[in-house]
């Protein structure tokens, strides 16, 4: 039986095209910058971004380890929504790897202003040195992955950037859905990026290649995370294989992402007609639905997964909420399908 992978969009397989583009890849030595098609994505993921440099990582998590290293100093403070991948999905690596504490911001979607990043400095530096510690970097996560997929509005990050930068402070974002971002609402990834000193995005999720991820900033930025990278073992050799399906997935897979957003709101709809569930977000922005039983209900979050998993359809559990993932091989069918899997459970 085939499942459903809603999972999540890491489900995604390559595509016979991609494995074509792959199979014809020209590559060389990423270490000793001789992988053409590695430079070829960099220099085009640079662009896309509106930076001076871009640098190929294998992992979206290593290039906030390589970022946090570089932005930060032992014992410094930084300031990211409680909620975020760095601070609750990293294995504690920014504290690992670089030795900072967060400042962890309480907000309702993952987004914060300017008055909610002076309260969070406030409090991060509420006593003089050598008692307290200094902030040194904001952390944005865009779309934000626990909040359900939602999305900085471009007016709010350019104040909270303004805000962070008068204060000194730099800005990464970790975009490993910016795409989603800028496909929902038509606004330029280089202009969520124009806010941040680093910025990556992942092609390993909605954009549907088996590996990479690329991270851009200054020219001067992305030398020093050459060498960061180099010494966190991420250094490759013919990484040329995997930079082809992100090229090919910037030529198929960006416009697209349009139709997991459909899919996306489309099962929210159908969720949202059954009583029995309650929704994080009845209109998800992007590509991710949270659900749950209503309070109360004989079946928890994790009984109903397993229940949808019997019936062929694969949903995470995160924090008390199923998840489910919209990607290019999660089909308008597979969501009808979801939604009479789930119909069928509640019913029996
Ligand atoms: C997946 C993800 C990461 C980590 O990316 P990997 O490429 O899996 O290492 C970081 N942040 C967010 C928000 C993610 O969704």
Redesign the pocket.
Known sequence: MRLIPLSSD?ETRPTPAMREAIAAALVGDEQRREDPTVIALEERVAVLLGKEAALWMP??????IVAMRLHTRPGEVVVADAR???IR??SGGPAVHSGVLFEPVDTERGVFGPEALEAALAKAGGLPPPWGSRASLVCV?Q???FSGGSVWPLPTLQAMSEAARARGLALHM?G??LMNAAVATGVPAAAYAACMDSVWI?F??GLGAPIG?VMAGSREFVERARAAKHLFGGAMRQAGIAAAGCLHALDHHVERLADDHAHARRLALGLAAMPDLRLMDAEPPTNIVYFAPVPGHRLDAAALARALLDRGVRLSVVQGWLRAVTHLDVSADDIEFALSATREVLAA
């Open positions: 890491t992992t979206g998590t290593l290039c906030n975020s991948h760095v999905a990293e996560e779309t934000h992955n970790d490993a859905r992942d390993t999720k991820a």
